[in-house]
């Protein structure tokens, strides 16, 4: 046994789980100087010295004894809805199987269920523009307007898509810049927050109500996530289903006649799809330049140390 090795995969392993030499004593039931001759390598640990120290961190006495601090090591696997969450030592793995078999055919499914939502945007953007023209041209331009905000609405929701969503199966730890665990609409969800080309995206994985605290639990242990990071109390669902009466209400021009009586209701109606798709293309484009005067104000930081 290579006791320079295991004394460094101890002292790595311990460190990131937060311990100190006193806390694996403690929760190894060992002696402090047993911890400190093994992470000095002063001495050749017993089977059952192994066998306790690996038992806090996780993993079998062989995965300690030829510890690499650059193999992937699985630490947790959690199931959501549709998904299993994998947390190694260095990535999160996102698979639609409990084992990580085919990370290929997991990235393809990922990337057609995408690629559905995209076509449905598509196909929609030259319909809603046609009858928008067709509006224009026959002096209708309540019709005009009205689709034509229909037909932009779906422009900036499918660039939203492209842009900041993604099909990816792997996420280096190092690349994660938040994630949070957060109700939205009729289901929790957590949302992983990452860099990927230069550009922040999110993958969010559904939760069922009893995956919410096992979920939790995982991501706080492995120091993933803070309690103010979980927010599955005192939503904004209420803001969520404003929005949606407002859009069936705009479709059925319910709203214009409760407040523009002698106006075109379909004008009024494309109006206020214009403005929240308007909001939707304000908040794709803060995302977008955020990053880069986050690089800045760090750059600055720097210079002025």
Request: proline share 2%.
């Amino acid at each position: 046994m290579e006791k320079e090795k295991l004394s460094q995969g101890v002292k790595e392993l311990r460190k990131r789980k937060g311990l100190s030499q006193e806390d694996l004593a403690k929760q190894s039931g060992l002696s402090l100087r047993t911890v400190q001759r093994v992470e000095n390598g002063e001495s050749e640990p017993t089977g059952e010295t192994l066998k306790r120290i690996s038992f806090v961190f996780n993993i079998t006495p062989y995965e300690l004894i030829y510890w690499d601090s650059d193999k992937e090591t699985l630490r947790k696997t959690v199931k959501t809805r549709y998904e299993y969450l994998h947390i190694y030592n260095n990535k999160l793995l996102l698979t639609k199987t409990k084992e990580a078999s085919d990370l290929v055919e997991d990235y393809g499914k990922s990337v057609n269920n995408i690629f559905k939502t995209l076509m449905v945007f598509f196909i929609g953007i030259p319909i809603f523009t046609t009858l928008a023209f067709i509006g224009y041209n026959i002096g209708n331009f309540g019709l005009a307007i009205y689709a034509g905000a229909f037909a932009f609405t779906f422009l900036v929701v499918a660039f939203n898509t492209i842009l900041f969503t993604t099909g990816t199966s792997i996420i280096k730890k190092e690349d994660i810049t938040q994630i949070r665990i957060q109700n939205k609409l009729f289901h929790n969800v957590v949302l992983i927050s990452h860099k990927d080309s230069g550009r922040l995206k999110v993958r969010s994985l559904v939760l069922e109500a009893n995956q919410v605290d096992i979920m939790k639990n995982a991501l706080v242990s492995e120091k993933l996530i803070e309690e103010k990071d979980i927010k599955i109390k005192g939503n904004k669902n209420h803001i969520y289903l404003f929005f949606i009466i407002v859009f069936l209400m705009s479709g059925s021009g319910q709203f214009s006649k409760l407040f523009f009586n002698e106006v075109d209701p379909m004008m009024i109606n494309g109006f206020i799809m214009l403005f929240i798709s308007v909001l939707l293309l304000l908040n794709m484009i803060f995302k977008l330049i955020n990053p880069f005067f986050k690089k800045q104000q760090t750059a600055n930081n720097v210079y002025s140390k």
